[in-house]
């Protein structure tokens, strides 16, 4: 195989060799290449096969408009399959390889597809494999889906890093070409913050293909790069255009590299939020639909120029370009500079002033003729709708259909594409946010044309900004105006003339979607999928419009391209995460005495946003056991128990009883100074919200509690209503939930434990009886007590300031020792939780009333309430509705399983309730539960099933009161 | 002149196919004829989106009410119908709406037969993770639902959820899997597909589907319906059914109604193609994540609402830095993969995240919507529901209980239980 | 993102805020009646374009402020305190 390499030129160096591996095969390159290049370089042609017929295909751009050289780039958990190698930098290791082939690239079996071509047309899914019924999924479906897709994820978790980066600038510059170069430099010479966001390695965009502009590139990158207010990132696609001005993009960190150097990201996720914003994102190169356009060695005429002038490789030896326009002259031009072989320019329109200086210098020109054939070999040169034609040698076809203005930033932004019948293509349209366009975008091509177009856009956007100092810098001339271009969207010859290649989307296709009525651009695309791969239609969406417009008999504007979204080029998963994902998912809340916990061995589990212990295994220990063992404890002597994620808000102001009032369905200004109280609040609708115990810490002082999921929302809630509804209420509310952390201490020997700890305050039941709230000091440090219990034990909660929480926990456990004192988690609390009866988390699931669980005599008689009056709704009221009870088991060897349903007769096919909450007893010796039971208070003591077909099973229980212990509540006040 | 309805004359069979691949596909007929409106239907739907489409077809093909009008604004199929994940299922846990999507997946069990269409319906399995106990308790209580009403349902350990879907990462600190609950009828559709086959198999009924038609005015008279105005005039109707997601509440307000539904948005995205890596869809509690590949080979996937009240179909940023993070933290392996494309649709939420199928105070005017983000799987029954509802001039059964007056009553069916919070469902 | 103008920390980006939906609804007087407090938690305008609504800095002053956003463009137009008033009509 021979080189492709001219002896000098081009943007590589060619003093340093890389080596890579395409398909098992070695390989050199230089670096500044892509994968693309260097490919073209060493001669290779076919890279990659189509996704529907499997045809063979090669590479057709030098950008992210690349339909077909899509390969799978890196082995193993690097794996990154679809990876454009037109996109690709080269690195020394570099291993890639085709995809979507079988067996192999050069024979692959599935093109047998290609011959099958008219039954396999646009929609033939829809109309077919439906006989017989059976068979879709069994055989049809699974073998399409085998055959379709493109390369294979990788199996394995990536091992790379990612982070995100928010910045803000004045004037952020998409785009580093003539226009991008200048807008930028007048926006920094005005005094703005100005960032550039290039896509590709190195800055310049089109200037990278005109040597005779190299030094101003060169000049304009230095003078930026001195500037302070300037940053210039490379490698960095911005992907998408959001509200208010905020833009995303990708900075690809280390692609470059076989893999990220040591704590190194390999991609930065960043956003700008820019006071205005210059899109200079030049213009794509569009097909045009003939027979053949898809062949091994059809290369679109800029992406030839570029692989010429950029990377000093000819990419074919005879060669024949095909223009509707000025632009593919240059690479006519430079193909004959590199002087390979023979190089005809076949153009369309029928007088071209250009064409007498391409005579001279030995091209072939043909006007107003049009390539009707290509076979990767030669090409079939016709007049213009003609027949017979000339066949010329040509390993090389390079189609320009002129040029669209990259709108896709603008479009998202808001402004809506206009057409521009000069251009035959849409330019942006008027700008929506604060944005403009600049340069090729904008429809203005020719670097003179766009650095100068650039220039003042860069200068208006810093005016917008607030900068107005004067610049000062040179700009390249200004060249003559090009000759228009002919509108040209397709050969009518026979053959297949794709306008979609890598989805394999023929002109055809576009007339038969017309034919069966889908002739709305959104209808054809869908229903051809034309547009919709990996380059996004870049090439061919606007050419697929056009045929679709011919047969519909109207112009191309009227039908117009499909709507432009996020994002410009395809963005990795990994980038869009950042550093959040996998253990940095969610931030995990600690409570203060997390460190204790795991010292002590204990199990601890995710609730919500917080990690709490489950339950303290001592060695040996297996299932249920710690969990009987903490429980019995607590029951039969003293427990501890870290309860500091219940959410805590302090309330002061003159008008917090009378605002607490309002909020709970009970009254709060009537509980004593020293008291705490428990208390029911609801939504608007009547359903409950929240509960917890508030305590009246002074006359306009409360401390109120809530359920840790409810913190926030509770806090929320609470601040709306004192703002918005009652702004009357003199009440300031405050979250101290991280500031207090609160151990409960349950079980009958909870007060001498305590007695023995705490200094200050007396502990009797006569001077602390059930509800009361105090202060003290335990180890010297001040806490509050309060004496509330949520097992059903004598027990009593401690808040103490959260830096001191292990001192005070220590002391306690040091008091509790002679009582054989146990740290208990959250499955035992959880245990005699459902032993007594309380409604927690499973019952206040925000379908169910106060009446629902048994508290419906709470709501007091009078006075404004939240949700009081939509609970008197009939189907609320409705004293039919599932109401909390308690369940247990006849046959006292059967488990219980939350989630099951409340049935008459096992098979019943009518539920009456469900089984919200379960465990093991360790009064009963069984296991119990509470269940939300239809009429549940009439059907006390009556036998029903709990049944959960999901595990095939039914339990006869018996219904009784949701206090499984001490249903008289003697216990708590002992 | 018009064009006749072609009554079936063109059925897709094998030897259609093949007869028309070797003469050059010219024998195609168009899906569905583009008529002029005429100046009076028996019924007028409102929408060509897949409820619409299906509502028309079921008018005709159940109840033989043929002359129909759907009309649309645009072309047909590219609201909600043509912007959604393709999911399809009936894992509901509150009888009103099991019966109701059961219904809907039954329908689609049969649709390619009924339409002579290939809609893609593919069963490959609905999979709810679960994250805790709690949770486990929860999906445990709607699969049940399921079971007792006559639906599949079947809960999944660590282990089986390790055997059906082996890319899972089962480990996450704050969000590991405790086990799922899976709905193996459940799966996708291809969606452009089930809007083509419902108009071309109403419109081989007879049914008008009359594009680019927008309603501007709902005519009433002495309590009663008596047609629309549309940017192509007036048009009678003795019957008209609305069915236009994400432009609900401003039909109703042509009509002097209010309704408990508030716009928002939600995100979707497709990824790159790949070759077979999920076969089934899988939710996550995690980020609300949820995703499926596509016959294509794409990864179709979404998360949570945006969260504020929009018409845009514009998504923003945070909820796709969530949600990707959600992503990679589930799947691994999808971390090197690219997204392709992301856009976003109008979900007429309800105060209680159900739909409404039902008659309004206006003598024939009907009303469907508030569908949250289940249009899609429920696309045949809300259009054999509608089409029961509008014929009969009132609910089956199977509807029965989805009104607007639920509201009013205090019989919500509220699944999450997340209230009257659109935003927050 | 959207940029959330808040009358007392100045424009910050919208995952500093809290959303909660229509502010021209008013709660009723607790005797105003079940219509009143169904038309209050559940009737909604959900107009297409300029929405006024309640938004929460609570990543910030948590104060509770008016926003009036537009639902179409997402244009933010102007915002006030909990007890103020928006302006008249944004045209």
Redesign the interface.
């Known amino acids: 195989m021979t080189s492709k390499r001219l002896p000098s030129g081009g943007l590589i160096d060619r003093g340093t060799t890389v080596r890579f591996n395409f398909d098992g095969r070695s390989f050199t390159g230089h670096p500044g290449d892509t994968l693309a290049s260097a490919l073209l370089a060493n001669g290779v042609r076919l890279v990659g096969r189509s996704?529907k017929y499997h045809r063979p295909r090669g590479i057709m751009t030098a950008g992210p408009e690349e339909p077909n050289a899509l390969v799978e780039l890196r082995e193993g958990a690097?794996?990154?399959?679809?990876t454009k190698a037109t996109e690709i930098e080269l690195h020394d290791g570099l291993v890639s390889a085709s995809q979507n082939r079988w067996p192999s690239l050069a024979f692959d079996l599935m093109s047998i597809n290609g011959f099958?071509g008219?039954?396999i047309?646009a929609g033939?899914?829809?109309?077919?494999?439906?006989?017989p019924?059976s068979f879709?999924?069994k055989l049809y479906?699974p073998l399409?889906?085998?055959a379709?897709?493109?390369?294979?994820?990788?199996?394995?978790?990536?091992p790379?890093h990612?982070e995100?980066m928010h910045a803000h600038c004045d004037v952020l510059v998409v785009g580093s070409g003539a226009a991008g170069l200048a807008a930028a430099r007048a926006a920094g010479e005005a005094g703005a913050r100005v960032i550039i966001c290039e896509r590709d390695f190195v800055p310049g965009g089109g200037l990278l293909l005109s040597p005779a502009d190299a030094a101003w590139r060169g000049d304009m990158v230095n003078a930026l790069e001195a500037m302070p207010n300037v940053e210039i990132l490379t490698r960095t696609n911005v992907f998408?255009y959001?509200?208010?001005n905020?833009l995303?993009a990708v900075e690809r960190v280390s692609d470059h590299k076989a893999e990220p150097d040591q704590h190194e990201v390999r991609q930065r996720?960043r956003?700008f939020?820019a006071k205005q914003v210059v899109l200079a994102t030049g213009a794509s190169e569009r097909l045009i639909a003939f027979p053949g356009n898809d062949r091994p060695g059809a290369m679109m005429a800029g992406a030839a120029l570029t692989y010429l002038r950029r990377f000093g490789v000819v990419p074919g030896r005879n060669a024949v370009v095909f223009t509707n326009n000025d632009s593919a002259y240059e690479t006519a031009l430079a193909l004959a500079e590199a002087g390979s072989g023979k190089v005809t320019l076949v153009d369309v329109r029928s007088q071209s002033a250009l064409a007498a200086a391409m005579t001279a210098r030995g091209i072939d020109v043909r006007l107003a003729s049009e390539v009707a054939y290509f076979d990767g070999k030669t090409a079939l040169v016709r007049r213009r709708g003609g027949a017979g034609g000339d066949k010329f040698v040509a390993d090389l076809l390079c189609p320009s259909g002129g040029w669209n203005p990259n709108v896709q930033l603008a479009s998202q932004s808001?402004a809506k594409p206009r057409w521009e019948a000069t251009l035959a293509s849409h330019v942006p349209g008027e700008s929506?946010q604060a944005e403009r366009s600049a340069g090729a975008t904008k429809g203005i091509f020719g670097i003179g044309a766009a650095a100068y177009d650039g220039a003042r856009a860069g200068r208006e956007a810093a005016a917008a900004a607030g900068f107005a100092k004067a610049q000062d810098f040179a700009l390249p001339e200004r060249g003559p105006a090009e000759q228009p271009i002919a509108p040209f969207w397709e050969v009518k010859a026979s053959g297949k003339s794709f306008v979609d290649l890598q989805h394999d989307v023929t002109a055809?296709d576009i007339r038969?979607a017309h034919?069966?009525?889908?002739s709305?651009v959104?209808?054809a695309k869908?229903?051809t999928?034309h547009g919709?791969?990996?380059d996004?239609g870049k090439l061919g969406s606007l050419v697929g419009s056009a045929i679709l417009a011919e047969a519909r008999g109207e112009p191309v504007e009227a039908v117009g391209v499909p709507t432009h979204?996020?994002?410009t080029m395809?963005?990795?998963?990994?980038a869009?995460?950042?550093h959040?994902?996998?253990?940095h998912?969610?931030p995990?809340r600690r409570t203060a005495l997390n460190d204790w916990h795991l010292r002590n061995g204990a199990v601890m589990?995710?609730?919500g946003?917080w990690?709490r212990p489950f339950f303290y295994p001592k060695p040996g220990e297996t299932g249920w056991e710690p969990i009987f063992r903490e429980a019995r404890a607590v029951r039969s002597s003293v427990g501890i128990c870290d309860v500091s994620t219940l959410g805590k808000i302090d309330v002061q102001g003159p008008d917090a009883a009378a605002f607490l009032d309002r909020l709970y369905i009970n009254t709060f200004s009537t509980l004593a100074v020293g008291k705490c109280r428990y208390g029911v609040m609801l939504?608007?609708?009547?359903?409950v919200f929240d509960d917890g115990t508030t305590s009246r810490l002074a006359e306009d002082h409360f401390l109120v509690t809530t359920t840790t999921g409810n913190a926030?929302p509770v806090l929320?809630h609470m601040?709306?209503h004192a703002?918005?509804?009652w702004?009357e209420l003199d009440v300031q509310f405050c979250s101290v939930t991280d500031q207090w952390a609160q151990v409960a201490v349950a079980g009958p020997k909870s007060r001498e434990t305590l007695a023995a700890a705490v200094d200050g305050l007396d502990l009797s039941n006569e001077v602390f009886p059930f509800m009361g709230v105090g202060e003290g000091k335990i180890a010297g440090v001040p806490v509050r007590l309060f004496r509330i219990s949520f097992s059903g034990e004598l027990a009593y909660e401690i808040a103490v300031p959260s830096g001191h929480a292990e001192t005070v926990w220590e002391a306690i456990l040091a008091a509790g020792k002679p009582f054989g004192i146990v740290p208990y988690g959250l499955e035992a609390m959880s245990l005699m939780r459902v032993e007594k009866g309380h409604a927690a988390?499973?019952e206040l699931?925000?379908?169910t009333t106060a009446a629902d669980l048994g508290m419906g005599r709470m709501m007091k008689k009078s006075?404004?309430?939240i949700g009081?009056?939509?609970a008197?709704?009939?189907?609320?009221?409705d004293p039919g509705r599932p109401r909390l009870v308690g369940i247990r088991p006849v046959d006292t060897n059967k488990r219980l399983?939350?989630?099951?349903?409340i049935?008459r007769e096992p098979g019943?096919?009518?539920?009456m309730g469900?089984?919200?909450?379960v465990t093991q007893s360790i009064e009963h010796a069984c296991w119990i539960g509470l269940a939300m039971v239809e009429n549940g208070e009439a059907l006390k003591n009556q036998r029903v099933f709990a049944?959960?077909?999901?595990?095939d099973e039914s339990v006869e229980v018996t219904i009784t009161s949701p206090h499984h212990v001490d249903p008289e509540n003697l216990r708590v006040r002992a | 002149m018009p064009a006749r309805p072609e009554r079936m004359t063109d059925r897709?069979?094998?030897w259609?196919?093949?007869k028309?691949?070797?003469s050059?596909?010219?024998g195609?007929?168009?899906?569905?004829?583009?008529p002029e409106p005429k100046a009076s239907y028996d019924v007028i739907i409102v929408g060509g989106g897949g409820h619409g489409l299906a509502t028309a077809h079921y008018l005709a093909s159940v109840h033989g009410i043929t002359n129909v009008a759907v009309v649309e604004k645009g072309?047909i199929?590219?609201g909600n119908g043509?912007r959604n994940t393709t999911i399809v299922r009936s894992n509901y846990g509150l009888?009103s709406n099991t019966r109701f999507y059961e219904h809907s997946l039954k329908l689609w069990e049969g649709l390619?037969?009924d339409l002579?269409?290939?809609?893609?319906?593919?069963?490959?399995g609905v999979l709810n993770l679960f994250?805790?106990?709690?949770q486990?308790?929860?999906?445990?209580?709607?699969?049940?639902?399921m079971?007792?009403?006559?639906v599949d349902?079947?809960?999944l350990d660590r282990e089986a959820v390790r055997s059906v879907a082996p890319?899972i990462?089962l480990d996450?600190?704050?969000?590991?899997i405790f086990g799922g609950l899976m709905q193996r009828r459940g799966g996708t559709a291809?969606h452009?597909?089930v809007i083509?086959?419902f108009a071309r198999a109403a419109d081989r009924r007879g049914v008008d589907i009359i594009?680019h038609c927008e309603v501007t005015g709902i005519r009433r008279e002495a309590g009663r319906v008596t047609g629309v105005e549309t940017t192509r005039g007036f048009i009678g109707a003795k019957k008209v059914g609305v069915a236009v997601a994400g432009n609900t509440s401003r039909l109703a307000t042509m009509a002097g109604l209010s309704l408990p539904v508030e716009s928002h948005l939600l995100q979707a995205f497709v990824?790159?193609?790949?070759?077979?890596?999920i076969d089934g869809v899988v939710t996550f509690g995690?980020g609300h994540f949820y995703i499926s590949?596509s016959?294509?080979?794409g990864l179709v996937f979404g998360g949570d609402l945006d969260g504020y009240n929009s018409y845009s179909q514009?998504g923003?940023?945070p909820v796709?830095?969530?949600l990707?993070?959600?992503?990679?933290?589930m799947i691994?392996?999808?971390?090197?993969?690219?997204?392709?494309?992301?856009?976003a649709g109008i979900m007429d939420m309800t105060?209680d995240s159900s739909p409404f199928i039902c008659k309004t105070p206006i003598d024939g005017l009907y009303f469907n919507g508030g569908w949250c983000y289940g249009g899609f799987k429920a696309t045949p029954g809300s259009g054999w529901c509608f089409a029961h509802t509008i014929a009969r001039n009132e609910p089956h059964a199977f509807n029965a209980d989805l009104t607007i007056d639920?509201f009013?009553?205090?019989?919500?069916i509220?699944e999450?239980?997340?209230?009257?919070n659109p935003w927050a469902q | 993102?959207?940029?959330i103008p808040c009358p007392y920390c100045g424009e910050r980006?919208q995952d500093e805020f809290?959303y909660?939906g229509d502010a021209t609804v008013k709660?009723p007087a607790?005797d105003?009646?079940?219509q009143a407090?169904?038309d209050?938690?559940y009737t909604r305008a959900n107009p297409r374009g300029w929405h006024d609504e309640?938004w929460?800095h609570?990543a910030g002053c948590?104060?509770?402020i008016r926003v009036r956003r537009n639902t179409l463009?997402?244009a933010?137009a102007a915002s006030a305190g909990?007890?103020d008033a928006l302006p008249e009509a944004t045209p």
């Open positions: 996704f690097r794996r990154e399959p679809n099958a008219p039954a047309s033939f899914y829809y109309k077919t494999f439906m006989w019924k879709w999924e479906e399409i889906r085998r379709a897709g493109l390369g294979r994820a990788a199996s394995q978790p990536d790379d990612y995100a998408g959001y509200d208010h905020l995303g996720y956003t939020r808001g929506v055809e038969l034919r069966e009525g889908f709305h959104e209808h869908r229903y999928t919709m791969a990996t996004q979204r996020p994002y395809p963005v990795a998963f990994g869009l995460a950042g959040a994902s996998g253990a998912f969610q995990v589990q995710p609730t946003a990690l939504r608007e609708d009547g359903i926030a929320e601040e709306f703002q918005t509804v702004p988390g499973p699931n925000g379908q006075g404004d309430v009081r009056v939509l008197g709704r009939p189907g609320l009221a399983r939350g989630g099951a349903h049935v019943s096919g009518t539920s469900w089984v919200s909450s049944v959960s077909p999901l595990h | 897709y069979s094998a259609r196919l093949l028309e691949s070797l050059g596909n010219r195609w007929k168009p899906a569905w004829r583009k072309p199929g590219l043509g009888p390619e037969q002579n269409y290939n809609v893609m319906m593919s069963q490959r994250h805790s106990d709690s486990r308790d929860i999906a445990a209580r709607r699969g049940n639902s079971r007792i009403q006559g349902a079947e809960l890319f990462e996450n600190p704050m969000f590991p291809r452009d597909a083509w086959g594009e990824s790159e193609a790949i070759k077979p890596m995690a590949q016959d294509k080979g514009r923003n940023l796709v830095e969530h990707l993070g959600a992503a990679v933290s691994p392996a999808l971390s090197r993969l690219r997204v392709l494309r992301q856009w105060m639920r009013r009553d205090g019989r919500m509220d999450r239980g997340a209230g009257p | 993102m959207h940029l980006p809290h909660r709660r607790p105003a009646g079940e407090f169904y209050y938690v309640w929460q609570y948590r104060q509770w463009t997402h933010v909990p007890a």
